[in-house]
C-alpha cells in the first residue's frame, strides 16, 4: 500500500464511523488523527476529549489546547480517574490496560451522552508491534484505531502533519509519567510529579527528548546518546545534581546507552509480556 492509499483509506474509515469522539493528548498522532477527522467530517461530528490527572506531563494540556483550538474543533476536559484505582497504582506489567480501560469507559460515557457514534484512539501501526497492554483495553471496549486501520506509521503521520502544517509534526512523543516507573514500585502522585518537574528542568536547559526514570531514590537520566556529555559537562551536570536533589532524589545517574522509548520494558520477560497483553 502507497503513502497516497494510505491516507485515502483513512479518509474512508473516518467517513464510515460518521461522528466521532477523539481520544485526545495533544501528542503526533492524536493531533494528526483529530486534524484528519474534522477535515473530512466537519466540526459539528468530532469532539475531542483530553483526559487530564497527575499521571499526565503538566504541559500536556495547554499544548493540546492551543493544538485542538488552531484546528477549530470543540475540546472536553475528562479525568479519568486512574490514581483512584489500585490495580494501575500498583504498577504491574498491565498497568495500562487498567488505565486505558477507565479511559475507554469515561469516552464511551461521552458519546453516548452527546450523540457521538464511535471513540477513535490514535493508536498507529508501528504501536501494535510494541508492548502496549492498553492496545487490548481498546480491542475489549470495541474502540476503533483508525491509523492503524489505514497502515499509517508514526513516520507517516509526522510527513502527512508536515504537510497539514501542524505544529507537532516533529514533536518528540510525550506518553504518560507512570511508564517512568519500574514495574511493582508503587505509582503516587509524589513520584509522578518529582518525575514532571525534572523533566521539565532538563527541557529549560536545551533537552528535547528525554526522560527521567524514577527508580525510588535515584533518578536514571536517558538524553540522546550526543547530548550525553553536554549533560555530565559542567556547569550542567551541578545543576542537575542539585535540582534533582531538591526534587527528593538521593542519587543521580545518566544511562550511557542514552534515550529510548520503552526501555523499562526491557526487564519484562517475554512470560510477563504475554500475561500483560493478555489482561
Known amino acids: 500500500m502507497t503513502f497516497k492509499d494510505k491516507h485515502e483509506s483513512l479518509r474512508r474509515i473516518l467517513k464510515d464511523l460518521g461522528r466521532v469522539v477523539v481520544a485526545y493528548s495533544g501528542g503526533v ?4 488523527l483529530l486534524k484528519a477527522a474534522v477535515d473530512t467530517l466537519g466540526t459539528a461530528n468530532v469532539l475531542a ?3 487530564v490527572g497527575p499521571a499526565e506531563p503538566g504541559s500536556q494540556y495547554e499544548r493540546a489546547r492551543k493544538a485542538a483550538e488552531g484546528i477549530g474543533v470543540e475540546l472536553m476536559v475528562v ?5 483512584e484505582d489500585p490495580r ?6 498491565d498497568r495500562c490496560f487498567h488505565c486505558k480501560s477507565r479511559l475507554c469507559h469515561r469516552l464511551l460515557d461521552v458519546a453516548q451522552e452527546r450523540g457521538f457514534e464511535h471513540v477513535v484512539f490514535g493508536t498507529n501501526r508501528d504501536d501494535l508491534d510494541d508492548f502496549r497492554p492498553g492496545n487490548q483495553a481498546l480491542k475489549a471496549f470495541g474502540i476503533r484505531s483508525p491509523l492503524a486501520e489505514a497502515g499509517l506509521t508514526k513516520d507517516d503521520i509526522r510527513q502527512l502533519s508536515r504537510q ?3 505544529p507537532t509534526a516533529d514533536q518528540p512523543a510525550s506518553p504518560c509519567l507512570a511508564s517512568r516507573i ?3 514500585l508503587e505509582i503516587t502522585e509524589q513520584k509522578l510529579k518529582q518525575v514532571d518537574d525534572a523533566e521539565g528542568f532538563l527541557r529549560t536547559l536545551g533537552f528535547v527528548e528525554l526522560r527521567v526514570r524514577h527508580h525510588d531514590r535515584m533518578a536514571r537520566i536517558e538524553v540522546r546518546p550526543h547530548e550525553v556529555a553536554k549533560l555530565t559537562a559542567e556547569p550542567v551536570r551541578t545543576q542537575v545534581v542539585e535540582k534533582l536533589k531538591a526534587l527528593g532524589f538521593q542519587f543521580v545517574t545518566v544511562d550511557l546507552q542514552g534515550f529510548r522509548s520503552g526501555s523499562l520494558n526491557e526487564a ?3 512470560e510477563q509480556k504475554r500475561a500483560g497483553q493478555g489482561s
Open 29 to 32: 498522532d492524536s493531533t494528526f
Open 49 to 51: 476529549c483530553t483526559s
Open 79 to 83: 479525568e479519568a480517574g486512574e490514581m
Open 88 to 93: 494501575f497504582t500498583a504498577n504491574n506489567p
Open 164 to 166: 497539514a502544517g501542524l
Open 182 to 184: 519500574p514495574y511493582g
Open 268 to 270: 519484562l520477560s517475554q
